[in-house]
Structures are given as structure tokens and as C-alpha cells.
């Protein structure tokens, strides 16, 4: 149990395009998302936190309106990147909070590259 | 000021060599300790949560422990598949809901 997809798994795409990623908790509910930012070797830098049927709370220095997030439903996440440049590009990792331990499950993550 | 301080950065390890790996804490009112295993371009994969001091875990090679400042996860007899970056994270006690925090990571080669 306790599984979270990611969708795409890459992506590239051309300067000043938006590109959308999805999160799923497949086999539990998430009422909190999170979604994460890596650089190579370097650890998770939490983004904003994603709250079923509320807006998302961003973390400071990232931009709401580049970054758009979507909590339509107890089970998906989304993640606009919108206007992407090329130093948007990295690793892009979901997050799932299973309400009743606290325990954050992960995606796979999505490798974005905008050329 | 809440944090995580993983240590050391990075440890090699010959095959069979028994170690652990650091996390220490500060935050205010300990909700959980998760430990993550992390393989490059992967997402962290979930190994144990530990909710108050004393508590310990297992799981094949690896053991997780608990005090109220730091936790330890051994690694007994590690093989070449258990290489990988090992992340510790800690939810504290918020008001505002979301304190979660993600140390830096330890970095772990185990060598035939």
C-alpha cells in the first residue's frame, strides 16, 4: 500500500511553454500534497503544500503565479509550470501525507528540461 | 530554530561492514522521525517512521532507533544494493500544520 504516481516521468519542453505534472495517491486518500524541488545532490526543497479544496500554501521565494497548484480531489495533485525557462528545469518530486501517521509517501519524481 | 543535521555526508563501506548513519533534531513537539531511502532519479522510498524516544524499527538490514535528539539508522552487514542516499525527516508540532523537515542526506557506497 501506500503507493504515489507521478506523471510524466520526464519532460521537455520549449522556453516560455507551461507544462503540467500530475500526482496520485493510488491506494489511499491525501487531504495534504507537497510538492518538492531537487537539484543534483542536493536535498528536497519543499515547494508548496497542497490542500484538498483549498488554495496551496507556497514556501517563501517561490512564485504562486509561475507554479500553479491544483488539489481537485483527495487523490490528485497538479503541478503548472507555467511561461518555463530553462532554469526551471529539474527534478520535480510529489508527496502524499497519509493523515492519520503523518508519513509522506512519494512519487517517483518528474525530470523536467526546458530547452 | 527547528532543523535536521544528517552526518556523515557520505560513507563508504566495504561489503559486510556493519555502521550507522546520524540524524540529529530540533523541533518543537516531535510528531514523527521518518526515514527515506533515496536512489538517484528516483523519488525517496519510505523505510520507517519512529513517533517517540525508545521506540526502534527493523526492516531486513536496517534498524532505526530513537531519542529525543537524534536517531540512528544501522545498517548491519550492508550489501552493493543497499547504496543509495539516505534521507531523515521530522514532523514537529505546528499551529499552522505543516513543519516538516528534510535533512541533507547521507550519501552511502557499499563496495563488493
Known amino acids: 500500500g501506500a503507493v504515489v504516481s507521478q506523471h510524466p516521468s520526464w519532460v521537455i519542453c520549449k522556453s516560455g511553454t507551461s507544462v503540467k505534472i500530475e500526482c496520485r495517491s493510488l491506494d489511499f486518500q491525501a487531504t495534504t500534497m507537497f510538492w518538492y524541488r531537487q537539484f543534483p545532490k542536493q536535498s528536497l526543497m519543499l515547494m508548496a503544500t497542497?490542500?484538498?479544496?483549498?488554495?496551496?500554501?507556497?514556501e517563501q521565494g517561490v512564485e504562486k503565479d509561475k507554479f500553479l497548484i491544483n488539489h481537485a480531489s483527495l487523490t490528485l495533485s497538479t503541478l503548472t509550470v507555467t511561461s518555463a525557462h530553462p532554469e526551471d528545469s529539474s527534478f520535480y518530486i510529489c508527496?502524499?501525507?497519509?493523515?492519520?501517521?503523518?508519513?509522506?509517501?512519494f512519487g517517483p519524481g518528474t525530470r523536467l528540461t526546458v530547452t | 530554530e527547528d532543523q535536521v543535521t544528517q552526518s556523515p555526508e557520505a560513507l563508504r563501506l566495504q561489503e559486510g561492514e556493519s555502521s550507522s548513519l546520524n540524524c540529529s533534531y530540533t523541533v518543537s513537539g516531535l510528531r514523527g522521525l521518518f526515514w527515506y531511502r533515496q536512489d538517484p532519479g528516483k523519488g525517496p522510498e519510505f523505510l520507517f517512521t519512529l513517533y517517540s524516544a525508545g521506540k526502534e524499527k527493523e526492516k531486513e538490514r536496517l534498524k532505526a532507533t530513537l531519542t529525543k535528539k537524534e536517531s540512528f539508522l544501522h545498517i548491519t552487514a550492508p550489501k552493493p544494493e543497499d547504496s543509495a542516499t539516505y534521507l531523515c525527516?521530522?514532523?514537529?508540532?505546528?499551529?499552522?500544520?505543516?513543519?516538516?523537515?528534510f535533512g541533507t542526506g547521507t550519501s552511502l557506497t557499499v563496495i563488493p
Open positions: 525527516a521530522v514532523q514537529g508540532a505546528s499551529n499552522t500544520g505543516n513543519q516538516f523537515y
Open positions: 497542497s490542500n484538498e479544496g483549498s488554495k496551496a500554501t507556497y
Open positions: 508527496s502524499a501525507r497519509r493523515d492519520s501517521t503523518y508519513e509522506q509517501y
